[in-house]
C-alpha cells in the first residue's frame, strides 16, 4: 500500500513492489517523483525524515535527514539587523540539503532494489515531462511566479517562456534529470562532491552565501532512536529534535486528560480543547526545541504525564486562553508505504516554505530550501544560529503501533500545523473509530497566530460556540495542511495477519494505491 499527495508518486512506490523491492524502495521512488512533480513543496534541493518498523518488528528506527549550517555562517554577520530570522529568500538561509542523503541511507539500509532502479521514474518524468495537476498549478501561479521570477536560475528552470505552466500543461526539467540520473550513477558522491556539489556551492557564493564544496562532502544525516508516548494505549514514535515531534506527543498528552470520545467531532467543545492544547504545547515548543548536538536543553518533559495533567488543568472549557505562541507557515509532502513482509515506513520531504527559498543553482537545477529561516538570531535561545547546527524543524512523520505491533504510519503536511493535524486525524481514529480515510478526510481547524482558522466543514453552530468561547473565528482561505496514512488491519485470530488500509488527503491530488 502507498498514500502519496500526488498519483504518479503513489504508482511509483508501487510499480517498486511489484518489482520486488521494500516499502523503503517504494518510499524512495515515490519521493523522487514528488521531488519532480511536486516543486512547490519538495525536491533535491531540500531535507527528509523517515521513521521505519522493519518487518513488522516494533523496533522502530529514525532517521535524521536534516542539514546544517555552513561552517562560515555566524549570528556576528547578522549584528546591527532589525530582524529576528534569517529572510526566507536569503542564500543564508539555505544549510546543506540533507534530503538525498537521507534517501540514500534508507535504500542502504532497507531496500532491496539499486539506486538507479527506484530513481528511473522521477528521472523519466524530469526528462520526458508530466502533466501539471491542478493543486500544483495553483500553487506555481500564486505563490511560485511571484517569488522565482527574482532569482535568475529559478526562473529559467521553472518559468518556462516567463510564465508559471497552467493545469494540464506537460513540464520537462532536463537540468534536474541530470542531477538525478548523476545520483543514480554515483550515489552519495553524484550529489554531495563533484559538478553538482560545485554548481550549488558556487551558485549560492554568487548570491553572498557562505557555502564551500566542504560543507557539502561532509554533510550526512543520522539514524536516531525514536521519542516515544502512547495515547489511550497507542503508542506513538517521532524523531526526536531538532524536529518538532515532540509537540504532537505533548498535545496527545494533554488531550488524554479529556473524555474526546464523550464529544461530537466537529463539536466547538473538540476543536476548543485541541486549539487550548495547540497553544499550551507550542510555548514549550518555542522554548526547548533545538539542535541537540548544540544544546544541553532536555525535552523529557514533552512525554511526561504529569507534566501534561498540569498543562490539562490550566484549560477552561468555557474560555479561550489568551498565552500566545510563535508561529510559522511552510510547505512540505508527506507519504505512507507498507510492504507484503509488514515494513511500514513513514517518510516526509520539504524545501520548507512554498518554492523554498526561491533560489536556485545554474546547472544543476536544484531548488533549494531556506530551513535556515528556522534558526533564531538570539544567541541566548537553545535555537541560535551557529555554523555547523541544525536549526529547528518542522517536518514530522509519525508511526504509531497498537498492542506492541506496527498500526499507522501517517502524517499531515503544513508547517506548524503538523502536529495539530497529527493529534487530530490519530483522536480522529482512536476516540472517533474513523478509518484511514475517514480520518484525513474529517475538517479541520488550526489555532494560528490568534485566530482559530475553521475548514469549510465545521457546522455554523459549532464557529458560532467558538466565537461565545473568546476564540477569533474565521474561515480557512485554503485547506488546512494534508494527510497520508496507511493502517494495518488486525483481524482478530488471524495471528497479526490482516490487510493494509490507506487514505489520501482530498485537499491535495494524490490518492492510496494498493495490491
Known amino acids: 500500500m502507498a498514500a502519496c499527495e500526488h498519483p504518479l508518486a503513489a504508482l511509483a512506490a508501487i510499480d517498486m513492489l511489484r518489482k520486488g523491492g521494500t516499502a523503503a524502495d517504494g518510499a524512495i521512488a515515490a519521493a523522487a517523483v514528488l521531488a519532480v512533480v511536486e516543486p512547490m513543496a519538495t525536491g533535491v534541493g531540500g531535507d527528509a525524515f523517515c521513521l521505519v518498523a522493519p518487518k513488522g518488528s516494533p523496533a522502530v528506527e529514525g532517521y535524521n535527514g536534516s542539514g546544517r549550517a555552513p561552517k562560515a555562517l555566524s549570528l556576528a554577520q547578522f549584528a546591527g539587523q532589525t530582524f529576528t530570522r534569517i529572510p526566507q529568500d536569503s542564500p543564508h538561509a539555505v544549510t546543506i540539503p540533507g534530503a538525498v542523503d537521507c534517501w540514500l541511507a534508507l535504500l542502504a539500509r532497507h531496500g532491496r532494489l539499486d539506486v538507479a532502479t527506484v530513481l528511473e521514474p522521477a528521472i523519466a518524468y524530469a526528462t520526458d515531462g508530466f502533466a501539471v495537476t491542478p493543486r500544483v498549478a495553483y500553487e506555481w501561479e500564486v505563490i511560485g511566479r511571484p517569488k522565482i521570477s527574482r532569482n535568475a536560475h529559478a526562473a529559467r528552470h521553472w518559468l518556462p517562456e516567463g510564465s508559471a505552466p497552467r493545469a494540464g500543461a506537460m513540464f520537462r526539467h532536463p537540468a534536474l534529470a541530470r542531477t538525478l540520473s548523476e545520483i543514480a550513477r554515483h550515489g552519495r558522491d553524484g550529489f554531495y562532491k563533484g559538478w553538482v556539489a560545485e554548481d550549488m556551492a558556487a551558485s549560492l557564493r554568487a548570491l553572498g552565501g557562505m557555502h564551500e564544496t566542504t560543507d557539502f562532502a561532509g554533510h550526512t544525516g543520522n539514524w536516531v532512536e525514536p521519542i516515544r508516548s502512547t495515547y489511550r494505549g497507542v503508542e506513538v514514535c517521532e524523531i526526536p529534535p531538532n524536529g518538532q515531534g515532540v509537540t504532537t506527543l505533548l498535545m496527545l498528552n494533554i488531550l488524554e486528560n479529556f473524555d474526546l470520545a464523550g464529544l461530537p467531532p466537529l463539536s466547538a467543545e473538540r476543536l476548543h480543547l485541541e486549539a487550548e492544547a495547540t497553544r499550551l504545547a507550542f510555548i514549550e515548543r518555542g522554548r526547548w526545541i533545538a539542535d541537540p548536538d548544540?544544546?544541553?536543553?532536555?525535552?523529557?518533559?514533552?512525554?511526561?504525564?504529569?507534566?501534561?495533567?498540569?498543562?490539562?488543568?490550566?484549560?477552561?472549557?468555557?474560555?479561550?486562553?489568551?498565552?500566545?505562541?510563535?508561529?510559522?507557515?511552510?510547505?512540505?509532502?508527506?507519504?505512507?508505504?507498507?510492504?507484503?513482509?509488514?515494513?511500514?515506513?513513514?517518510?516526509?520531504?520539504?524545501?520548507?516554505?512554498?518554492?523554498?527559498?526561491?533560489?536556485?543553482?545554474?546547472?544543476?537545477?536544484?531548488?533549494?530550501?531556506?530551513?535556515?529561516?528556522?534558526?533564531?538570531?538570539?544567541?541566548?535561545?537553545?535555537?541560535?544560529?551557529?555554523?555547523?547546527?541544525?536549526?529547528?524543524?518542522?517536518?514530522?512523520?509519525?508511526?504509531?503501533?497498537?498492542?506492541?505491533?506496527?498500526?499507522?504510519?501517517?502524517?499531515?503536511?503544513?508547517?506548524?500545523?503538523?502536529?495539530?493535524?497529527?493529534?487530530?486525524?490519530?483522536?480522529?481514529?482512536?476516540?472517533?473509530?474513523?478509518?484511514?480515510?475517514?480520518?484525513?478526510?474529517?475538517?479541520?481547524?488550526?489555532?494560528?497566530?490568534?485566530?482559530?482558522?475553521?475548514?469549510?466543514g465545521i457546522p455554523a453552530d459549532a464557529r458560532a460556540r467558538l466565537a461565545a468561547m473568546g476564540h477569533t473565528v474565521k474561515a480557512a482561505p485554503e485547506p488546512l495542511g494534508g494527510s497520508q496514512m496507511v493502517m494495518r488491519d488486525f483481524i482478530e485470530g488471524s495471528g497479526g495477519g490482516g490487510t493494509w488500509i490507506g487514505g489520501s488527503d482530498p485537499r491535495k491530488d494524490g490518492c492510496a494505491l494498493g495490491y
Open 294 to 456: 548544540h544544546s544541553n536543553e532536555s525535552v523529557a518533559h514533552f512525554t511526561d504525564k504529569a507534566f501534561a495533567k498540569s498543562l490539562a488543568a490550566q484549560i477552561d472549557m468555557t474560555r479561550a486562553g489568551t498565552a500566545t505562541p510563535a508561529m510559522r507557515t511552510s510547505d512540505t509532502t508527506y507519504l505512507a508505504v507498507a510492504d507484503a513482509e509488514g515494513t511500514m515506513v513513514s517518510f516526509i520531504n520539504s524545501i520548507y516554505h512554498g518554492w523554498g527559498s526561491g533560489l536556485a543553482s545554474d546547472k544543476s537545477g536544484v531548488l533549494f530550501h531556506d530551513r535556515g529561516h528556522g534558526f533564531l538570531l538570539d544567541e541566548r535561545h537553545p535555537n541560535a544560529l551557529k555554523g555547523g547546527k541544525r536549526p529547528f524543524h518542522t517536518i514530522i512523520p509519525a508511526l504509531a503501533l497498537k498492542d506492541d505491533k506496527p498500526w499507522l504510519a501517517f502524517g499531515v503536511m503544513g508547517g506548524d500545523f503538523q502536529p495539530v493535524g497529527q493529534t487530530h486525524v490519530l483522536t480522529n481514529v482512536v476516540d472517533y473509530g474513523m478509518d484511514a480515510q475517514e480520518a484525513v478526510d474529517c475538517p479541520r481547524a488550526f489555532l494560528f497566530e490568534e485566530v482559530l482558522t475553521v475548514e469549510d
